[in-house]
């Protein structure tokens, strides 16, 4: 089974500060690489996918990359600003189901 | 476009009583997927239909556990003889087959067994 492991569990940062989060999987044959946003109660929102044979995307302030030999994937947001607050999660595609890190908490400070 | 739906978004039940859900997937979506999340982790996955057939079930879903999507459109989720350990976030998303594999998330049913 595919585990994702996210890295820090937890990160406060101040106001236009650029950060990265961390995530690594074990089985590199995977499909697809995702990241979402979740805020505390509600659904997950997807913000970035790269395929097995991208090594990156963009979108506004987020970067994603993707290290498939090495196992692991970034997320770079740059200039955070509060509204970045939530937890950040990563998931691995092995062909249908989605499996999960448990996510960075990320709250960005005024 | 509405994204994905569910219905409820709360339920509060008592042990013992049995719970139903409903998802509704984004119009041209023939993949759905049933999540559960818990309190500080990340969501596992339960099943998936494409159109109307089931074609994986994770070892979590017991068999009190059941999940129908009988045109290849709405699904439902059923849990019988619900346990405190039932309490969670059911997260339904549904996927384009032949597109390029995201996945897209519903706001989530959150269940209460008391």
């Known amino acids: 089974k595919q585990e994702v492991t996210q890295i820090p569990a937890a990160l406060s940062v101040p106001e236009g500060e650029n950060l990265v989060l961390n995530c690594s999987f074990t089985?590199?044959?995977?499909?697809?690489l995702q990241w979402f946003r979740q805020d505390p109660g509600k659904g997950l929102t997807s913000l970035l996918l790269?395929?097995?044979?991208?090594r990156e995307q963009t979108s506004g302030r987020l970067n994603a990359s993707l290290d498939k030999s090495s196992g692991r994937s970034t997320l770079y947001i740059a200039a955070s600003q509060p509204g970045d607050s939530a937890t950040y999660l990563c998931?691995?595609?092995?062909?249908?189901?989605?499996?999960f890190g448990k996510g960075t908490s990320l709250l960005v400070t005024p | 476009d509405t994204g994905v739906s569910q219905d409820p978004r709360h339920k509060i039940t008592k042990r013992g009583q049995n719970v139903t859900f409903r998802c509704d997937p984004i119009?041209?979506?023939?993949?759905l997927y049933w999540y559960r999340q818990t309190l500080g982790q990340g969501p596992e996955f339960l099943t998936y239909?494409?159109?109307?057939?089931?074609?994986?079930k994770s070892r979590l879903l017991s068999d009190r556990f059941s999940a129908e999507r009988p045109k290849g459109s709405f699904s439902t989720l059923e849990i019988q003889r619900t346990e405190q350990g039932d309490s969670a976030m059911y997260l339904c998303?549904?996927?384009?087959?032949?597109?390029?594999?995201?996945?897209?998330f519903g706001p989530g049913t959150r269940l209460t067994v008391l």
């Open positions: 998303a549904s996927s384009l087959v032949g597109g390029p594999g995201e996945q897209f």
């Open positions: 089985d590199s044959a995977i499909y697809n």
């Open positions: 790269i395929q097995s044979s991208q």
């Open positions: 998931a691995g595609d092995s062909g249908y189901a989605l499996n």
């Open positions: 119009s041209e979506h023939n993949r």
């Open positions: 239909f494409q159109n109307e057939a089931q074609l994986e």
